[in-house]
């Protein structure tokens, strides 16, 4: 169990227990752009129409795509409180609820889960790692996320009903998707379910004209043409951009196109993870070494 | 039903003129079916004698009209050569309006009533200068609201749109439009005095000025203006339906538009709704998978997504949903991608043409169109259309319809298999050898990958132990408490049982794993795949080798092993998909071609598989459901993964052969993954050489691939 600074926390007394509750995560004012159909998509998901409830949703997609960055935007557009909670394999069924934890002066204290605030305080809990969680531990979910709308705390001992404004959506990564079916009983109750995928080159020229405000917009321009054909996911992306424009800083480079493709690649030489596109030699002879001629079409020379 | 709409419908709608009694008038948007379904119904019910339609007057020549009409389902362009060499280009859909009108009117012309037939538009029209043909785009409503609203109430607003954008037109413009308007209404006029009950079925922009000019009784600039006719060559081109589909010109959904051609045909409109169709198609989609067994949405799923789709529509404010962003989006995202992909399929199935691309060439004249002389044609796509002037078909702009035709192309490509007819032609002979898809072998690392987890985390079972000092895996605070309350002051914490050293098989790419998915695999085929150095890849590829001096002597191993009952080829067979009943890696990285040879042939000999199963003597006796599990024990180091179904034993044989070569059997069960998951993964595709080295190879595949 991962140590919880709670001095800060706010205290609120639950049947005669102390209980400290986390704080809101601070979510900063930005400008957020792309991804205005996903957003389009989450905010139909939440919204209540008639008699049609609100639902919970699920983001899911490869790593560095934004979908935590998406439920931020979301809760500044609906103007309301954000809990994060994270999972991790080692999490248990008491853990959704409520846990205990040692202050500065050595004392056991009640600490309520991001998931208990939200739900008491009628916020938004964003579930990140949600696949990382063992199913068993998922369990106390089933009621949180069905009609009933409640979670039950053994510690506490008592059963919590959510506030009606409280909102849920989780974050998983794209294998968890579609390869298990370990939490098909969570699945259900966190359906729709929202693909957050590699961003098209003008949505990620736009992210990163935003995010990373260089003064030159030749950077961008040079990356983007120098990265179109490589799927590249938002962070990577911006680490690349970032990480070739503080070297050039640092060095005082006098910057031309050439250095700067120069510093560019080296930045990407140092993300090893990202996978080159194949060339074409390398699909048909395996690897880039020239052996043979091309009988399809016009001779192709190849290096 | 999915597609609610609790408002009532009226779908009889037409206008009646003012000024005409005996003049109906169905105002339609170019190539919206809710029109096209209005004229038909109105023909259908309405006792006409004459139908007046807003195509170009040189089409009233003969039967020529019958040709492109009598092609229905299939859709066709007329491609008309300018003096000046510009192509333009006439679409014949069986969604848009006037060409419906046509069809219904001949289909009851050929029973047993006679209704005349009268183009009236302009010939003239494709010689106006190219500035008179800019269109404003209006904004519309979801074009369904005319049978809740009314015809008259849901233009009402477009009129006085058009109204507002009169004065913003340029002076040339102005007189082209009010000139082609006052054109159409003397013809009009004319068939109206001679009494006949008339239907004018009318692209409603057209209809705006000309029931002004017939209420005003003004001739609409006609007498100041003469334009001297110059005769054209055309061909008419059958269509490829999904280009059609694309740039807006059928409708939203491709099947709907099939099946109202068939209500068409046989005079049943009266029993035909859009919506009503698509909500009918996707619950027998539902009730289909149901009664085969397969996985189909549960109660709950249902729910979710008619809850969320609803309200899309409530918040779009449509009846009618778009097929991407809204029904494709939903049933996605609630139902799963496998659910919607085959309702995409199925949405978008269409009548595609085997017949030659160009079905005549013809001269046209004033008011008459007879045969012509061949000339050369382009990509259809680039050409501008006879209404707008432009590559768009229309400039009615849907509320929430964003896609562009790049987008539902895309969308075709993904969705619904099928090669165009420049693939078709391009594409070779199927003979020689097969290779796999690399999208296949991603899907089984992905598989390996995660077996190997599961059996990892088996292995450290969790344990609870009081804490002497060490935090382990954290507080378990049940014991904990349990033991204060007892009185004993401890902490409880969680720890991984670790197993025993020694003992302990790595896992890693190279340790086999064996699937199972069926019981049923006595009969079945066992076959191999198998990967080749440098030199076996190009001799097998048809390349011609510069020389052999630096390559090493052919050679090939063998890391796949699997068993199939049936294979079903698709893409004039240069794609065959096999479904397994089992599969056997003994290598599980996602690599393949000579990277993958590579990676094999750095073990030790004893590990790489040169000869086939069913010739080896070691395996001989095995049956075909073990051959594969023997096969991968023979080549393992220490440890095989069997994924089977509950209740997996292995057999006393494969028990004693496991023992033999010392090797371990680790048994997971297949409820470990996804039913679609497993579906996905017993499907394996081969593609022939020639389409292996073809350039369009990995758009096709996206095409036929379940991915």
């Not at chain 1, 500065?104 to 739900?119: D, H």
């Not at chain 1, 405000?213 to 590249?232: A, G, Q, R």
């Not at chain 2, 220490?638 to 089977?644: E, T």
């Amino acid at each position: 169990m991962l140590p919880i600074d709670i001095e800060n926390y706010e205290e609120i007394d639950i049947q005669g227990l102390t209980v400290r509750i986390p704080n809101k995560q601070q979510v900063t004012e930005s400008t957020f752009v792309g991804r205005k159909e996903i957003i389009d998509n989450a905010l139909i998901a939440w919204k209540r129409i008639d008699c049609l409830r609100s639902q919970h949703f699920r983001l899911y997609g490869p790593p560095g795509m934004g979908k935590n960055a998406i439920v931020y935007e979301l809760a500044r557009i609906l103007k309301k409180d954000l809990y994060i909670m994270r999972g991790h394999q080692c999490s248990t069924p008491e853990d959704m609820s409520c846990v205990i934890t040692q202050n500065r002066n050595g004392i056991f204290e009640y600490v309520a889960t991001p998931l208990l605030v939200a739900m008491l305080k009628g916020g938004i809990c964003l579930f990140d790692e949600f696949d990382k969680v063992r199913e068993d531990a998922l369990a106390p979910l089933a009621s949180v996320l069905d009609d009933s709308r409640t979670i039950v705390s053994g510690l506490l001992g008592t059963t919590f009903k959510a506030h009606d404004d409280f909102l849920f959506c989780a974050a998983l990564n794209e294998y968890s998707e579609s390869e298990s079916r370990v939490r098909e009983f969570i699945d259900q109750r966190t359906s729709p379910s929202f693909y957050v995928g590699y961003p098209s080159l003008s949505e990620l020229e736009e992210i990163l004209k935003t995010r990373i405000p260089i003064s030159s917009e030749s950077w961008t321009d040079i990356f983007i043409e120098m990265f179109k054909n490589i799927e590249l996911s938002v962070r990577d992306a911006i680490n690349i951009l970032e990480f070739a424009y503080k070297k050039s800083r640092d060095e005082n480079a006098k910057l031309s196109k050439k250095l700067t493709e120069k510093y560019l690649k080296d930045a990407f030489n140092h993300f090893p993870h990202i996978k080159s596109p194949v060339s074409e030699q390398t699909k048909i002879a395996g690897n880039d070494n020239v052996y043979f001629k091309h009988k399809t079409g016009t001779e192709k020379s190849i290096h | 039903m999915f597609i609610l709409n609790t408002k009532p419908v009226q779908k009889n709608q037409y206008i009646k003129c003012n000024a005409f009694e005996n003049l109906t008038v169905v105002p339609y948007m170019r190539g919206r079916l809710v029109f096209a379904e209005l004229a038909a119904r109105a023909i259908e019910e309405g006792e006409f004698d004459t139908v007046v339609v807003d195509l170009p007057y040189f089409m009233n020549g003969k039967t020529w009209l019958d040709i492109p009409i009598r092609l229905f389902p299939y859709v066709s362009s007329l491609v008309l050569k300018k003096p000046d060499s510009t192509l333009i280009n006439f679409p014949f859909v069986p969604n848009d309006a006037a060409c419906a009108a046509v069809a219904a009117a001949k289909g009851i012309k050929d029973g047993s009533k006679s209704i005349d037939i009268q183009c009236i538009d302009d010939s003239n029209v494709i010689h106006y200068p190219p500035d008179c043909f800019y269109q404003p785009v209006i904004r519309v409503k979801d074009d369904y609201f005319v049978f809740i609203e009314g015809i008259e109430n849901y233009y009402r607003p477009l009129f006085s749109q058009l109204d507002q954008t009169w004065q913003q037109l340029s002076t040339d413009h102005r007189f082209f439009f009010e000139y082609r308007a006052g054109i159409m209404s003397e013809r009009i006029k004319e068939c109206l005095r001679q009494g006949r009950n008339t239907l004018f079925v009318c692209e409603y922009r057209i209809w705006w000025l000309i029931s002004k000019l017939l209420g005003s009784q003004q001739s609409g600039r006609v007498n100041q203006f003469y334009y001297p006719w110059k005769d054209m060559s055309a061909a008419l081109v059958i269509g490829d339906p999904y280009l059609f589909w694309a740039n807006g010109m059928l409708d939203d959904y491709p099947l709907i538009v099939s099946l109202f051609c068939e209500r068409l045909h046989l005079g049943l409109m009266g029993s035909f709704d859009k919506l009503q169709t698509i909500d009918g198609i996707i619950g027998s989609m539902i009730e289909a998978r149901a009664k085969q067994g397969l996985r189909h949405p549960s109660v709950r799923e249902l729910i979710l997504f008619q809850n969320y789709f609803t309200k899309r529509l409530k918040i779009k404010r449509i009846c009618t949903p778009s097929f991407l962003s809204d029904l494709y989006e939903s049933v996605s995202s609630c139902l799963g991608k496998g659910f919607a992909r085959e309702m995409a399929r199925q949405l978008l199935n269409y009548p595609y043409p085997e017949k030659d691309e160009v079905l005549g060439y013809f001269n046209i004249q004033y008011d008459n169109v007879i045969e012509g002389f061949p000339f050369g044609l382009p990509d259809l796509s680039e050409i501008a259309c006879f209404h707008t002037g432009t590559t768009v078909y229309s400039q009615d702009q849907f509320y929430g319809n964003s896609m562009t035709s790049n987008t539902q192309m895309d969308f075709v490509s993904r969705n619904y298999p099928y090669i165009n007819k420049k693939e078709s032609k391009e594409l070779g002979e199927t003979s020689g050898m097969i290779w796999a898809v690399a999208e296949d072998y991603r899907l089984h690392e992905t598989a390996c990958a995660k077996v190997r987890n599961i059996v990892a985390k088996k292995r450290h079972k969790e344990v609870i132990k009081k804490s002497h000092g060490f935090s382990g895996d954290g507080i378990h605070w049940k014991a904990t408490l349990a033991a204060r309350a007892k009185g004993e002051n401890a902490i409880y914490i969680r720890a991984k049982k670790e197993p025993l050293k020694g003992k302990i098989a790595v896992l890693d790419e190279y340790t086999p794993v064996v699937f199972l998915f069926s019981n049923e695999i006595s009969k079945d085929y066992v076959q191999t795949i198998s990967d080749f150095n440098i030199t076996q890849r190009l001799t097998s590829l048809g390349e011609e080798i510069l020389s052999f001096d630096t390559l090493p002597s052919p050679d090939f191993v063998y890391s796949i092993l699997y068993t199939n009952s049936a294979r079903q080829c698709l893409c004039k067979g240069h794609i065959s998909k096999v479904r397994l009943s089992s599969i056997a890696f003994i290598y599980t990285r996602y690599s393949m071609g000579v990277e993958r040879y590579t990676a094999i042939t750095k073990k030790p000999e004893k590990f790489q598989c040169r000869s086939l199963p069913f010739n080896d003597p070691e395996l001989k006796g095995f049956s075909h459901s073990e051959i594969g599990i023997a096969w991968a024990i023979k080549y393992a180091k220490d440890i095989v993964l069997i994924v089977a179904g509950d209740g997996w034993k292995a057999s006393t044989q494969l028990d004693s052969f496991a023992r033999a070569k010392s090797v371990s059997i680790n048994y997971i069960s297949l409820s470990n993954f996804s039913e679609d998951f497993i579906e996905r993964l017993r499907t394996l595709h081969f593609i022939s050489t020639f389409l292996k080295k073809y350039s369009n190879c990995d758009k096709i595949l996206r095409r036929f691939l379940e991915l």
